[in-house]
Structures are given as C-alpha cells and as structure tokens.
C-alpha cells in the first residue's frame, strides 16, 4: 500500500494499492522531489470518473509503469472534489497551454509547484494522435536530465502568464436591461431549438441557464425565454440523460439528441436541475415539471443521503455488467430480450415500445438507454407503473455502480436549497426535514465558531481542506432558502456567519472575489473565475447569497459587496452567457429588487400557512420570505410588522417602498407578479 491508505477521499483510496508510491498534495511531497532532484507528475481526477478509472487500469495497475514512475518522479494524486483550488490552478494552465482540458489530468511540475508539461488521459500505447504514457514519461525524464533549464524558463514562463491573467476582471457597472438582453439574444442564437439545450455534442445540462431564463420571465414577461426553457426541460426529461426509471439525471449527453448519456451521477448536477424542474412547475404548472421535480428530488434523498444526514457526491458510471467487467451504463441499459425475460412477451414489447428500445441498441452492444419518446399517444398509466415497478425490481438485483459517499460542502448546500424548496412547493414535508438534517449536519461537522468551512467530511468526520469560495456561498444559499422555508431564523443567522467570512477573507480590495481565502494555502496563484461551469462559480453563487442576506437584514456592506461581484456578469453577458448563467439569474434578481416578504401570524393558522404559501410560489426574482408570530425576533423583516385586526398579514417591499400590508392571498400574489 502507498501512502493514500490514510486518505478519505474514496478517489484517492481507489489508488491505495497501487503499485505506484503516490503521494497525496502537500509540502512533503513537493520536498521529496526537492531532495531526491525529480520532477513531480500530477494526477487529478474523480471517483465518478470514466476516464480516471481506465488510466488508473492501463497504466497506475501496470507494474513496468508504476515502476518507472517510481524511479523518476514523485507521483501526487488529487482529488479535485476535495481540493477544487489545486484542481483550478492547474486546469488553467491546461486549458492555456492546450485549448482544452478534462479529467484525468495529467501535469508534470518542478519542486517548487510549477507546471511545465501538460495533458489530460494518454493510453498506454499512441493511438488517435495521442502518444502512450510511457512515451511521455521519457520525454518528460530526458527533458529534465538534459534540459533542466530550458524546463525552469518554461515553467516560470506559464506561471507569469498565468499571474497576468487575473488583470481582466476589471468591476463594471451593475449589469442592467441591455446586459440582460444581449444575454438572452446570446442564448436565442445558440439554442438549439429542434432538440433543446445550447451548443451542439457533448451536450450538458444548463441549469444555470434555465434559472436565468426563468428569472428573466418572471421579471419581464418574455415569452421566448419561457419557451427555451420549458422545451429543454421537456426534452432533458423524455431523453436518455434522465434515468426514467428511477429518477435523477446523469452528467451529461454525448450525443446532442440528449440520448446517450454519460453515466455518472452527481449530487450538484440533480440538485441543480430538481429546483430548475420546481420553478418550471411555479411558472407553468407543468405536470412533466412536477414529476421530474420530486423523482429527482427522490433520487438525493433515496440514494445519496448518508447515515450522517448530508449527501454523497456521485454515483460512479461503471459496473460489473454480469461477467466480472466492469462497464459504462451497465446498469442501466437494456436490450429487448432482457425486457421481455423480466416482464413476458407481452409486457416486454409495450416496455420496448414505450422507452424506445430497440433491436439495433442505442448505446453498445445493442443494448439501449431507455428514452420516453415523443408520439407514442395514449398509454395505459397503470400498465406503465407496473413495468416501471418491476423494472426497478429487476435492477435492483444488478451489482450496483460504486458511490463516492464524501459529504462536499458546496453541492450539499445545492441539495439543501432544492430540497427545502421543491418540499415546500409539493407539500412533502419529508424533503424538508432532509434539507434541515442536511444543514445541521455542515454545522456541526463543517462549520466552526467563527464562520469558517471545512471542504468535505466523511463518515461524520470533517477532512483535512479548507473550505473554498464555492463552499461558503452554496452553503449560504442553503441555509438563506431553509430559513425563508421553515420560518426558523437560525439559519439567517449561519448564513450571516458564512457570508461575513466571504467579506473579510474571499473580497479583493477592488470588490473581486477569490476562490480561497486570503489565509488559505499559497499556490501558483490565487485562483480566481467567475464563471459558471458544472456549478455555479463561487464568485456567482457569493453574488446570489450577499444579495438575499442584505434582502433579510438590509446589511448595506452585503448589498454593495454583492453589486460590485456583479459587474463582471455586464462584462460577460453578451460574450459568453451561457457560463454565466448564475451570474445574470442572481442579477436578475438584483433587477427585481429582489422584493422582500414578511408574513406575520400565528404558527399553526391557515391564513398564515396560506399566505406563507403563496410568498413562497412567487416567482419574483430571487424574492426572500420572512415568517414568524408577532413579535418575533428572529428575522429583521418582521421587525414592528403587526397583523391586522388580529389576522395574519403580510408586507411586500422593493427597492425602499412597500406596498400596503394584506391578509388576502390573491391580493399578496398580484403584489408579487411582474410590475406589481
């Protein structure tokens, strides 16, 4: 066994008993390379990880390389879900030097950390233009034994370049209608408006985009921005990237007709899009919406939650498929034959008909991913429900795909606000008690006394890396939609903690935000994006979260931090919206006000409970909701707001003026609809 034995990342204990002498990221590793006069090989990847788990396989598993490896370089292997800093940093330099980049990622570095020769998955014999990892490893060692100097230029070289790149994220002004609709025109031109979705293969769910999109509806009436969304969502929901038997979606599509998809399933991904599929259902009353909403819902809590009360990060892509190999989808897939073993002749054809399975396959081996395919007309519902049922069954009896069962801080946040919101929308009060038992967990295990966040925990035990950016601010944004869901303002309270470590440890002097403290580990460089990719960047995420806190406490230092965040979504909204997709929702909330709701009354009152309700279904740009008895002190938005004639009211403002108090649910909605 190397030295990951001790590692809680179940990626990094995936390569325990490599025959490789992996190091994991730290000052000892980079000093052994010091002493010993090596180049350090960098390795960085994820337990859900397809292409981590094939090299791992041809070359880690291989003897010859592992013993090469070995006698010239310091091996270090990183999880990039447990430090997203180090994964950062060196994916820029990737993406620089390359054009492009991906897990596994392969980087060869100096002692002193800096990066001189790049690459993402290389097989262990040349094949496509790719040279075999043997190949580059000599490359790698000739280049150092006899061109030591030209390496250090190199690498100093790509370290200065990437110290000047931080230069364009210059504050702009607030982003207003013009930023929003050249962002939505960006978003029209590259729709794809036969098969939803933006851009062509692979193809990845915008959620953030959606949200945006949704936002901008709401706030504007635009109906096109309705449109791109509802049929994304439709066509996400009918495809194969949607498990359409057991709920949740996968990574993403390889193909753009949202068929095949790539198999592995995260925790941020299924929280994302189960609040996008909520709000949908808000804005249209979609049945397709609502179901999607709860199975995916149903899925975090069904397979994700740990016995601590958080959620694990994914669900693998592979495994055994029955003979011992293990394989991308197998879990998943069928083929007619396997249909018809499980249900009869008779059931099997309806199944293949009804998810488009076909005799040709449409993955490998003439299996297929089960689709819901559009024009199949009236279906008997309880015969669906039946073969469903006894699909699971039978699924169920298939080796399951492994689960990366670490608790991240940042996507349990996303859980936390999907789950207490679609809780609260289909009055499944189950969801929400999963979101509080989810939040009580990253306080008591993640969270200390002053506000500061640890990166992951595992098995109810907090890990060694520092919170980051993206930590802070999805955690916030957890707890700020727990509070306005529960009415219980302890969680104001947690994300005013949180949000106040933002400010004095993430906030440049110019108003940027950084993605690790400023008492976090030095590394090449400060790492610095604010744009949204697989997750809301953290700079966006701190947007969204400093502009809700000020709503409930009308903190100016929070108003104005987030404002200044929001100058480089204007920068970026017409070039690039769709990886700033959290940024223009959080300013379309910014646009709105957002309005600020306080329902007063007593708890257990239906008139209270009713106009809570309708608060809460409001579709107004990131609008935050107050509720408690007279009295109360736990949210400064109930401060002297009183009931009327003894009946529960509720108060409306926006941008300083608030509308007369109300105790009639109809007149409290049309407050809150667009110009209201």
Same mark, same amino acid.
């Given at each position: ?19 490789? @002498? ?16 090596? !180049? ?13 788990? +094939? ?23 990183? @999880?990039?879900?447990?430090? !997203? ?10 993406? /620089? ?61 790509? +370290? ?93 599509? +390889? ?20 609040? +996008? ?38 669900? @693998? /892509? ?53 689709? =819901? ?228 009354? @007593? ?12 608060? =809460?279904? &409001?579709? &107004? ?15 400064? =938005? ?39």
């Amino acid at each position: 066994m190397n030295r990951l034995g001790d590692a809680t990342s179940p990626y990094l204990l995936q390569h325990a008993d490599n025959p490789v @002498d992996w190091w994991p990221w730290g000052a000892e590793a980079f000093g052994e390379a010091r002493r010993r006069g090596v !180049p350090v090989l960098l390795s960085v990847g994820y337990s859900a990880c397809h292409w981590c788990h +094939v090299m791992a396989h041809e070359s880690f598993e291989d003897e010859a390389t592992a013993a090469y490896l070995n006698e010239h370089f310091v091996s270090v292997k990183v @999880d990039r879900e447990e430090r !997203p800093d180090v994964d950062a940093v060196y994916m820029e330099a990737v993406q /620089a030097a390359t054009g492009q980049g991906g897990w596994p990622m392969t980087v060869f570095l100096t002692a002193e950390g800096e990066p001189f020769y790049f690459g993402t998955y290389f097989p262990p014999r040349a094949r496509q233009g790719m040279p075999a990892f043997m190949e580059v490893l000599r490359g790698v060692v000739a280049a150092w034994r006899d061109r030591r100097e030209e390496v250090a230029d190199v690498a100093g070289r790509i +370290v200065r370049d990437l110290a000047d790149r931080g230069a364009v994220y210059e504050a702009r002004a607030l982003p207003g209608e013009k930023e929003m609709g050249a962002a939505l025109l960006g978003l029209t031109r590259e729709y794809d408006a036969r098969r939803g979705g933006f851009g062509g293969a692979p193809k990845f769910p915008p959620s953030m985009a959606l949200e945006f999109l949704l936002r901008h509806h709401a706030r504007t009436g635009a109906e096109g921005a309705l449109q791109m969304a509802r049929d994304t969502c439709e066509a996400m929901a009918r495809g194969g990237i949607y498990d359409q038997l057991g709920g949740g979606f996968a990574r993403y599509s +390889v193909d753009r007709e949202w068929v095949v998809p790539h198999f592995e399933k995260m925790l941020y991904d299924n929280a994302l899009l189960a609040r +996008v599929y909520a709000h949908l259902w808000r804005a249209t009353g979609s049945d397709l919406a609502r179901r999607v909403a709860l199975e995916t819902a149903d899925f975090i809590v069904g397979e994700l939650a740990t016995d601590e009360g958080g959620f694990a990060s994914a669900l @693998d /892509a592979d495994s055994d498929d029955g003979s011992g190999r293990h394989t991308e989808g197998a879990y998943y897939v069928w083929t007619p034959e396997q249909l018809a073993a499980e249900l009869g002749e008779a059931d099997g054809k309806f199944a293949a008909d009804y998810f488009g399975v076909t005799d040709e396959g449409t993955f490998e081996e003439g299996a297929s991913v089960l689709q =819901l395919p559009q024009g199949g007309g009236v279906v008997d519902a309880a015969r669906v429900a039946s073969v469903r049922e006894r699909l699971l069954g039978a699924r169920a009896r298939r080796a399951r795909p492994g689960r990366d069962d670490k608790v991240v801080a940042a996507w349990n946040g996303l859980a936390i606000a999907a789950l207490a919101e679609t809780g609260a929308y289909f009055d499944r009060t189950d969801l929400v008690q999963a979101a509080v038992d989810a939040a009580d967990l990253l306080v008591r295990v993640h969270m200390d006394g002053r506000g500061r966040l640890t990166r992951t925990s595992r098995d109810g035990v907090a890990g060694a890396n520092d919170g980051v950016l993206e930590d802070y601010a999805d955690v916030a944004e957890g707890f700020l939609a727990l509070a306005s869901v529960t009415g219980e303002g302890v969680w104001l309270d947690f994300a005013g903690l949180l949000l106040d470590s933002v400010l004095h440890h993430f906030t440049g002097d110019d108003g940027s935000l950084y993605d690790t403290a400023d008492d976090a580990e030095t590394l090449i460089r400060r790492p610095q994006d604010p744009t949204d990719n697989a997750t809301p960047s953290g700079w966006t995420a701190a947007a969204g979260a400093l502009l809700a806190y000020a709503a409930h406490t009308g903190a100016e230092p929070h108003r104005s931090a987030a404002e200044r965040a929001l100058g480089v979504v204007g920068a970026l909204a017409g070039r690039a919206p769709r990886f700033i997709g959290w940024g223009l929702a959080v300013a379309e909330a910014a646009l709105d006000g957002p309005r600020e709701v306080a329902v007063v009354g @007593d708890t257990g009152d239906p008139l209270t409970a009713e106009l809570h309700r309708t608060a =809460l279904l &409001a579709a &107004a740009p990131g609008a935050v909701v107050a509720v408690g008895e007279e009295g109360a002190g736990e949210f400064p =938005l109930l401060y002297r707001r009183a009931t009327r004639g003894g009946r529960a009211a509720a108060y409306v403002c926006r941008n300083f003026v608030c509308d007369a108090p109300t105790s009639d649910p109809r007149t409290l909605r049309s407050q809150l609809r667009p110009g209201g």
